[in-house]
């Protein structure tokens, strides 16, 4: 089954305590994305990714970091976290390839994350 | 910079009734797309419509259309013979053509009153 696949589902964690959010994709989707939801603002991007190796700040990419070694992982870290991070997390991919000329996102089924 | 904007925090509908919500866009460019994406309380984000800009004809999928003005920046999603399964938050979504970036509204929520 085609999936983006997160994990945790939940966490709740500490100031300072370094954390990552794994996500993973099965259908060798070039672009992968990382946003976080909160009430009254929708979905914001934090980072994204082209293609293995390339990666570009969203909107809000202070206090995370994302890496991308491989196609199918994307990885979002949080160094330091700090209470304004808790928040709903999502992955998301998509096809670059032409013949799929701005398909929709494909979504994981987010990381709900708390920091106290 | 292109932005969304759902006028409408919340809305409710009567089952098997008719609604619309709202959502306007700003953009200069002529080449984009634009999405309705359905989040239910299981937090999942489900594609619900999408319709380009250079197609003139309103994207139509089963119970949910879109009345799409180009001109007058306008993608509202209309839900006939609504369900109770349609109660959920709905995000209007916007890329520009050859894009990697989508950019969000900040959605509606949606009743349905039984």
């Known amino acids: 089954e085609a999936q983006v696949t997160q994990n945790p589902r939940y966490l709740i964690t500490v100031t300072g305590k370094k954390l990552t959010v794994t996500c993973s994709q099965n259908?060798?989707?070039?672009?992968m994305s990382w946003y976080r939801q909160d009430p009254g603002l929708g979905l914001r991007q934090i980072y994204y990714?082209?293609?293995?190796?390339?990666?570009d700040k969203g909107d809000v990419p202070e206090g995370y970091k994302v890496s991308r070694k491989e196609k199918r992982n994307f990885p979002l870290i949080l160094e330091s976290p700090s209470p304004n991070q808790t928040s709903l997390y999502f992955c998301a991919s998509r096809s670059l390839d032409r013949s799929s000329y701005n398909s929709p996102l494909h979504f994981g089924n987010g990381t709900r994350l708390t920091v106290t | 910079a292109q932005t969304v904007t759902q006028s409408q925090p919340e809305m409710s509908v009567q089952e098997a009734e008719t609604v619309t919500l709202s959502c306007t866009y700003d953009?200069?460019?002529?080449?984009?797309?634009l999405f309705w994406y359905k989040q239910p309380p299981s937090r999942q984000m489900i594609l619900v419509i999408r319709q380009e800009a250079y197609k003139q004809q309103n994207a139509t999928e089963n119970r949910f259309s879109v009345n799409f003005q180009k001109a007058a920046k306008s993608f509202s999603l209309k839900i006939s013979d609504s369900q109770l399964g349609d109660a959920a938050m709905y995000f209007c979504?916007?890329?520009?053509?050859?894009?990697?970036?989508?950019?969000f509204g900040k959605g509606t929520k949606l009743t349905v009153n039984p």
């Open positions: 259908m060798n989707h070039e672009y």
């Open positions: 953009t200069s460019e002529s080449d984009y797309y």
């Open positions: 979504a916007f890329t520009q053509g050859g894009s990697e970036k989508l950019v």
């Open positions: 990714s082209m293609n293995v190796e390339v990666t």
